[in-house]
């Protein structure tokens, strides 16, 4: 009956929307909703979605894998937040056209914040490279488009190069990294990249976008180009989940927050993620975007100011976590099949937080 609303709204997105999506809300420590909606692939035949469909979550895989495990290098003493990324990556302050003084002052807050000044996109996918090596290379050899630590602009590309920075830092591929300081930690069990080479069958994954070169839509394959033509593997997009391990990972972040956790991070590390580090139009934590009632739409009305922090995926996914509330909210849905051109999500999306909210 809690949820009841909810259900309705969720129920009439079907078919609109998006062809399926899976919730989860977790709150008081525990989940306390959890449900599946509509279908994982409606072309060239219909499959419906269940709680255990796992979903491409394009750009939460920034939040949930890139800044926590910068979190825990953190606390490692691998890496500090004002450190130069030419300390690191010494081509960072290079471009194809030769040095680049300003990106030398580039320090990894400003990565994590999406203030380091690069570009919001480049196609990676259309350059002639023959390995995941030469493609993260050219990412961090990208040319900057104002000087770093001026502005915010959302930058997929910067969070190719964190990728690069985490992997020269450990020794270790991002997947790998995943799984040691988020996924064993917290027991998840269906929360990887590239979930076809970890025993999942097509049918257990949640269809994107038809796939021009072949006709069918991709399943199982990450849904971002970039991101597929680094086999799946990056900071920006490539991590698959159920709806109910997002909020798990949420929730352990949010408990670290509060103090009342330190399973995923400690409280110090977690309050330094998740308070605004860069603001302009929008406002961005490490990794989070602050939520600010005058600016930030996704998320409703009825979040608490500077206290709540969330992301999206493209795909058609979202995570907001409110520590006032004591909620960690989840919506996973594949509203990129069969096309992309359906936008409708960005309506929806405060519709559903808000009655999330009035439902608690």
Known sequence: MRFNSLRNVLSKAVGDVFPGASVAVYTDDKLVYEEAFGYAETIPERRETTVETLYDLASLTKPLATSIIFAKLLEEGLIHLKQKVSEVLPEYSRTNAGQDELKSKTEIWMLLSHSAGLPAWVPLYKLEKNSRTELLDEAVRSFISCPPGLKVIYSDIGYIVLTALAEKVTGERIDRLFEKLVARPLGLRKTVYNPLKHGFSVNEVASTEIDPATGFPLRGVVHDENARVLEGLSGHAGLFSVSREVALIGGELMQAYLGRSDTLVKKATATTMLSPWAINDYCYGLGWQVYRKTVTQAFGDLMTD????????????????????????????????????????MRFRPVFHNLLISSL
């Open 306 to 345: 500077g206290r709540a922090f969330g992301h999206t995926g493209f795909t058609g996914t979202s995570i907001c976590m409110d520590v006032e509330h004591n909620v960690v909210a989840v919506l996973l849905s594949n509203r990129v099949h069969p096309t992309r051109e359906n936008t409708k999500i």
